[in-house]
């Protein structure tokens, strides 16, 4: 298998936010943010920001006086992230990896990220990272993808780039769905000092009102476009192929799509 691109930059952004955004993240966000806020903490930190779909949630519930820290390993994401605040609110942004945070020790009281530790390279490091940028008794909230069985469009997805590509497929729509055995993520969390494991698996089902740009947003909203060109393969043949199989399998009148998180929440007690 080739090495494959997994920038979130030129175009991706924009699809990311206005094509998938609403319908794989919104309420999502809703619910950590509002766990989060429930928390009451003072500094607040938010790795895989993304467009801050989840950063807009936590400002609007944070406390006032909360200070929030955004920070992407993209910063084309982070630009669109940017310009859904005014000047003056309580939120910054950095350009930061996840594994390697440009933070001192204990220096928030929560840290949040939503379905972006499936992509760190080093899952270990980033927990470790975690726990060390945590205050005593600080918590860090983190959802992440169940498995294509239960979030069926990027099952069909999948299926739909292997066959078009069954020597070679490209592999973005099973790297989000492959890192949800809770077992290991316990482990691995306890390893890096976390303690008060909690663990929530979520299920919703969305009704997509705009079917044609959320396909869209799913191809060309992530690296997989780059994945498809790279093999020769046209993006827009994948759109097609898959608005028809998503019609056939969720409906058109609305189209009501399940979906699946987990949610992980973990203490520093020391």
Not at 111 to 118: D, H, K, L, Y
Not at 151 to 163: D, F, K, L, M, S
Not at 177 to 184: E, L, S, T
Not at 204 to 229: K, N, W
Request: charged fraction near 25%; aromatic fraction near 12%; charge should be negative.
């Amino acid at each position: 298998m080739r090495g494959e691109a997994a920038g979130f930059v030129g175009d991706i952004p924009q699809h990311y936010d206005r094509g998938i955004g609403p319908v794989l993240f919104a309420d999502y966000a809703d619910d950590l943010a509002r766990q989060a806020a429930a928390l009451a903490p003072a500094r607040v930190l938010e790795t895989a920001a993304g467009t801050g779909i989840l950063t807009r949630r936590l400002r609007d519930l944070l406390p006032t006086a909360s200070h929030l820290v955004a920070t992407d390993l993209n910063s084309p994401m982070l630009d669109i992230a940017k310009a859904k605040f005014a000047a003056g609110e309580r939120v910054e942004f950095y350009q930061a990896d996840a594994t390697a945070l440009p933070f001192e020790d204990g220096a928030f009281d929560a840290v949040v990220c939503q379905f972006g530790v499936m992509f760190f390279p080093d899952k270990t490091k980033s927990y470790r990272e975690a726990y060390r940028v945590l205050a005593s008794g600080g918590s860090y909230l983190f959802s992440v993808w169940d498995a294509h069985r239960y979030n069926p469009a990027y099952r069909i997805g999948q299926e739909e780039v292997t066959r078009r590509f069954p020597a070679d497929p490209p592999p973005f729509f099973s790297v989000p769905f492959g890192y949800c055995a809770i077992d290991p993520i316990k482990d691995a969390l306890a390893d890096a000092g976390f303690t008060d494991l909690r663990v929530a698996v979520l299920s919703r089902t969305r009704e997509v009102a705009e079917l044609d740009a959320f396909v869209r947003g799913m191809v060309y909203g992530c690296p997989m476009v780059d994945q498809i060109s790279v093999r020769g393969g046209d993006p827009d043949a994948v759109v097609a192929a898959l608005a028809a199989a998503f019609r056939q399998e969720f409906g058109s009148a609305p189209t009501r799509m399940p979906l699946q998180s987990i949610v992980f929440t973990v203490e520093r007690a020391d």
